[in-house]
């Protein structure tokens, strides 16, 4: 989310907490009839109450949501985004993309490779976060300042067909490239690559190979070009943070529609 999103979603936040303050402090003067003689008429006028104020908040609920979805779609492009339009011209990499999952894969042929790379939105929510407190304790954002790229961890799988194993990358994505942090290689090739509970249980007792920055620098410079030439290159990184964007700003007018209508019903 944007940080001018946070911001108000921090003072809906504080105005909600102050509501329920009034509530609980409403609902005590209204509980003390209750030992009195006139038990009935103030549980009537108790429940009367109770419910009228829920429904009127309800209603309240239901505007904000509209009024935050209605801003959402106005700053989102209604039409598919030009960057996207340009990936998937250039028949390279398919974009597997669930709604309302958080983790996104482009996978790929490459010879007799398959070629698989996965990222989460849930790492751009938490760098937006933690941007925005450090504006909340001072820091002020200038409009001189460059665009902002948040980091997104990836992780690459490559498996051959009619082969066993399974080569795994994992890396971080930055300011239009790749920094990898190390390569593991699994016999089994779906302890590799599945995402199930048993597999990752698997791989925890795995050694999962050196820290990338450890080994010879010509092996270095060597996997680099093993990555870059299927694909693995500063052009995709340039498009991950921008389609996690994409992404998360889809999915939060997604929820702003499911919530909202949940409320309203």
Request: net charge negative; with cysteine.
């Amino acid at each position: 989310m944007s940080a001018i999103r946070a911001l108000r979603q921090a003072a809906g936040s504080s105005s909600r907490t102050l509501a329920a303050r009034a509530s609980t402090r409403s609902f005590a003067r209204a509980a003390l009839p209750a030992f009195r003689s006139t038990v009935a008429p103030a549980t009537r006028a108790f429940s009367v109450s109770a419910r009228r104020f829920g429904e009127a908040a309800d209603v309240i609920l239901a505007q904000k949501l509209a009024e935050e979805l209605q801003y959402e779609k106005e700053a989102a492009a209604s039409a598919e985004p030009d960057f996207l339009k340009g990936f998937k011209a250039q028949g390279v990499w398919q974009i597997e993309d669930v709604t309302g999952n958080d983790e996104v894969a482009l996978t790929r042929k490459f010879g007799n490779e398959n070629v698989r790379l996965m990222f989460s939105i849930a790492d751009i929510q938490a760098e937006q976060e933690a941007e925005f407190e450090e504006l909340e304790e001072g820091e002020e954002a200038s409009e001189d300042q460059p665009a902002h790229s948040y980091p997104i961890r990836c992780s690459f799988a490559i498996t051959k067909n009619g082969t066993p194993g399974a080569l795994t990358i994992d890396a971080m994505c930055q300011d239009g490239t790749f920094v990898t942090d190390n390569i593991s290689f699994y016999p089994d090739a779906k302890v590799g690559t599945e995402l199930t509970a048993e597999a990752d249980w698997k791989r925890r007792g795995l050694y999962i190979g050196p820290q990338f920055d450890t080994l010879d620098v010509s092996v270095q410079e060597e996997f680099e070009k093993f990555l870059t030439e299927r694909g693995i290159n500063d052009s995709l990184a340039l498009f991950i943070p921008e389609y996690a964007e994409f992404k998360e700003q889809r999915e939060y007018v997604g929820w702003l529609q499911s919530v909202k209508k949940f409320i309203e019903v």
